[in-house]
């Protein structure tokens, strides 16, 4: 998949295909039209160009106002925070035995808020000289 984790967002007028697949702010396709056709209808319209589906043939632009754009943008972040993490993050921590007080404190604080976290931590405790 690639170019699906691409920035979501306007493209502007850097559109590299000649032909493309429109639709309009309401989610109605508008068909096959050239490029300059499509910057014409932005520009008429006040609306921006957004790339869809890259891998389609043509490639599927959609008109959005900048509010719509925004809106997406969130959504998509709001998906991925939700989505589950891959893979168990593993912290790693290690101090001297001859630690001073308030570092080991400091430490234990940190492996607290990192248990809080579902992180699995691991402590590596060297002797001291």
Do not use: C
């Amino acid at each position: 998949e690639p170019k699906t984790t691409a920035a979501f967002g306007s493209v502007g007028r850097r559109i590299p295909y000649r032909i493309l697949h429109v639709i309009n702010q309401d989610g109605e396709s508008l068909g096959n039209m050239h490029r300059a056709e499509a910057l014409k209808l932005m520009d008429q319209h006040d609306l921006k160009l957004v790339l869809l589906r890259e891998n389609a043939e043509p490639p599927v632009y959609r008109l959005m106002t900048g509010q719509q754009i925004h809106e997406e943008q969130l959504r998509r972040a709001e998906k991925k925070k939700a989505s589950p993490k891959t893979g168990m993050v593993q912290k790693e921590l290690s101090f001297s035995s001859a630690i001073a007080k308030n570092d080991l404190e400091t430490k234990t604080k940190q492996i607290a808020q990192w248990i809080e976290k579902k992180y699995h931590v691991k402590v590596t405790i060297r002797q001291a000289k």
